[in-house]
């Protein structure tokens, strides 16, 4: 775990550019965030990231874009109109209201996750929890409370008007298993990826942008032959981890978590989930994989009335594939790729420095150019021009150069680009290093190469 408290690290976010309050003329809404500057930049760069190593770079996979609201049979198929809800108890005293199974987690480090009301409400009695605001036991029963957003469609504000913001984007996926099919000419194994908005009302968001109500979501629908699934699910949970470990993600916080049986959805054949050990809890799930076996393809055929199978081209057997499930929040990949990069670190001086080591490829700002002194700030703005055709840089020429470096390295910039009195003759610059500090000379007709080499994934 992160030895910075979580307090600290969203602190600097916020004072940095990372994420604005929602709203915050207003007073703000409630657990809602805007990403700032650097914050767009970073997730714009991990959805890049992942869109090119999940779809671009697997030749089985393509992706595709739905729309968030969707004909409401949608969800009567997929099982969230009945079943999307957490339990949620009330504190009868200070009218506190918590999600269940997190309460019970967070209080006596017992799971709860797909019990039924009835038997939290004994574990609640059982292990006499208390509320974590008054420290009071007077619950009310546990209760469901469905999670999914409702809006109405045209003018009208009745029932047969209602649809609902998706609160996962993987059902866009599902029911355009047939497009894609006809229009891709695949073949058994493939998968299709998607990234977009999410939305889940959900009971206690909270600890920063790690539980919010509108949030982005990275899903992968793989489908595969009945019988190839645990091999493919075992790929998909390896490729994952693998993909996290070369952010740069400390092995010491991380770990993949199999679902115990009873926690398994009835349809699932094998569940696991990459977590993080966030500052603010034990372990928090970043990323969810699961075998999903035929379930969802065949609730759209029975709801849709359309055939969702595969006619095998060689052997013309008819079947409906099973389907892997890798899903991620970009939020909360962002939130464990801040927390893990974030570092104070004492300097020679007696001063020290606020550092984030952010892999360079998701850094928003790859390298920063400063002229040492302001009247070279022609020579070096024409280093800048020449950089920006291919990255994302800055250019600064306020304060003093120590101030720059500093500046840069708390906002994980991975290279700042000095421009000094030399360079008019050697045509080099001074390219400083963020996290060891160290400097080399590199010609200015190389820094693009050299740059590209470093930002690489
Ligand atoms: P949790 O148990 O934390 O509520 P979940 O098991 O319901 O999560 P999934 O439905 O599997 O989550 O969603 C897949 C991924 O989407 C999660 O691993 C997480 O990264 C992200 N995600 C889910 N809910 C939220 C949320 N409210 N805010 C931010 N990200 C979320």
């Known amino acids: 775990m992160s030895k910075y408290s979580f307090e600290e690290i969203v602190s600097h976010l916020k004072t940095s550019g990372y994420v604005y309050q929602g709203s915050e003329i207003y007073g703000g809404l409630s657990n809602s965030w805007d990403f700032g500057i650097l914050g767009a930049a970073l997730k714009k760069n991990i959805k890049d990231l992942w869109w090119k190593e999940f779809i671009e770079k697997k030749p089985y996979n393509v992706g595709i874009d739905s729309s968030i609201l969707m004909n409401p049979r949608?969800?009567?198929a997929?099982?969230?109109?009945?079943?999307?809800?957490d339990s949620m108890v009330d504190c009868k005293e200070c009218k506190g209201r918590f999600r269940a199974d997190k309460l019970i987690e967070e209080s006596c480090g017992l799971s709860a996750e797909g019990k039924m009301p009835e038997e939290m409400d004994k574990m609640i009695e059982e292990n006499h929890i208390k509320c974590p605001n008054c420290g009071k036991h007077n619950?009310?029963?546990a209760r469901p409370f469905n999670l999914m957003f409702k809006t109405f469609i045209g003018t009208l504000e009745d029932s047969k008007s209602t649809v609902y913001l998706r609160p996962e984007t993987a059902q866009g996926i599902f029911v355009n298993f047939n497009n894609v099919l006809r229009t891709s000419r695949k073949k058994l194994p493939f998968g299709i990826g998607q990234i977009g908005k999410s939305f889940r009302?959900?009971?206690t968001p909270g600890n920063f942008i790690f539980r919010v109500r509108e949030f982005e979501q990275m899903e992968l629908e793989f489908f595969c032959k009945p019988g190839e699934d645990l091999e493919w699910y075992k790929y998909w949970v390896d490729t994952c981890y693998a993909f996290v470990k070369r952010l740069g993600i400390k092995e010491e916080n991380l770990r993949v978590r199999p679902h115990s049986q009873e926690e398994l959805s009835f349809y699932s054949k094998g569940t696991s989930d990459i977590e993080y050990a966030f500052p603010f809890t034990d372990w928090g799930e970043v990323w969810g994989i699961a075998d999903r076996t035929d379930y969802d393809l065949k609730q759209h055929s029975e709801y849709s009335g359309q055939k969702l199978?595969?006619?095998d081209p060689i052997t013309n057997e008819v079947y409906t594939p099973y389907c892997i499930e890798p899903s991620v929040g970009v939020e909360r990949l962002m939130l464990m790729a801040l927390c893990d990069a974030y570092d104070v670190e004492a300097l020679e001086n007696g001063d020290s420095r606020i550092v984030m080591h952010l892999h360079p490829a998701i850094a928003p700002v790859k390298a920063c150019i400063c002229p040492l002194v302001k009247k070279l700030s022609a020579e070096a703005k024409e280093v800048y021009e020449q950089l920006a055709e291919h990255f994302a840089v800055e250019y600064?020429?306020?304060g003093s150069i120590g101030k720059r470096y500093r500046r840069n390295d708390a906002v994980g910039t991975p290279f700042c680009i000095t421009y000094d009195n030399d360079s008019l003759v050697d045509h080099c610059v001074t390219v400083r290093h963020r996290d060891d500090m160290s400097q080399e000379r590199v010609s200015i007709d190389s820094l693009r190469?050299?740059?590209?080499e470093?930002?690489?994934f």
């Open 74 to 76: 949608t969800w009567e």
């Open 78 to 85: 997929s099982g969230h109109l009945k079943g999307f809800s």
């Open 139 to 141: 619950f009310t029963n």
């Open 201 to 203: 009302n959900e009971i």
């Open 309 to 311: 199978e595969y006619r």
């Open 396 to 398: 600064d020429e306020a």
């Open 449 to 452: 190469e050299y740059i590209e």
């Open 454 to 456: 470093r930002t690489r």
